[in-house]
């Protein structure tokens, strides 16, 4: 698999830099994630951010939190709480087991399965933003072999769209992204 904290590690570095794209004119915009404007995906973000700081701290994930408010400073609070996270599973390197949904799994795999959630989400970031920014081909081509084991046919359509056709020569990014239901083009 990899080291799952180096991808979440990577994936938080580039989800950073989709922040800073971030105005709150552009809070209405629609994402690639269907259903949702930027305001709503980064809320989503941030629960995501919050599930995996409770998966370090505590060692248990549960797949339906309760609601959430989130600060009206959002992408300030997004921010420091990815900081933070890193911080936080840096301390326990990742190791360990993590109860999700009362299910042990190794945290390796937990940081992996995040890395995917932050990144792919960071590309819808800088997308509804009007930015082309792909993720880095060695962290996509990275998270592409990872997909698998988190995403099947039992997912599709409530949690990821189908799967988009892509040429067989596209990038690892584009590849990535039509896995998981989005048009990279």
Do not use: K, N
Not at 4 to 18: N, P, Q
Not at 141 to 151: D, G
């Amino acid at each position: 698999m990899g080291d799952g904290l180096d991808l979440l590690e990577r994936a938080i570095g580039y989800t950073l830099g989709s922040l800073r794209l971030v105005s709150l004119d552009a809070l209405p915009r629609a994402t690639p994630c269907r259903l949702w404007d930027l305001g709503d995906l980064l809320g989503h973000l941030d629960d995501s951010l919050l599930a995996l700081s409770e998966a370090a701290d505590l060692g248990v994930v549960a797949l339906d939190p309760p609601g959430r408010a989130h600060p009206a400073d959002l992408v300030g609070a997004l921010r420091e709480r990815a900081c933070h996270l890193m911080g936080e599973w840096t301390a326990t390197g990742g190791a360990g087991t993590i109860s999700v949904a009362g299910s042990p799994l190794p945290g390796d795999l937990v940081a992996g399965a995040g890395a995917i959630e932050v990144a792919v989400h960071g590309w819808d970031v800088a997308r509804a933003c009007d930015t082309d920014r792909p993720i880095p081909r060695a962290l996509a081509r990275e998270l592409l072999e990872l997909s698998p084991l988190f995403v099947s046919g039992a997912d599709r359509p409530a949690r990821f769209a189908a799967p988009v056709a892509v040429s067989p020569l596209a990038g690892a990014c584009d590849r990535l992204l039509a896995f998981l239901g989005r048009d990279p083009g």
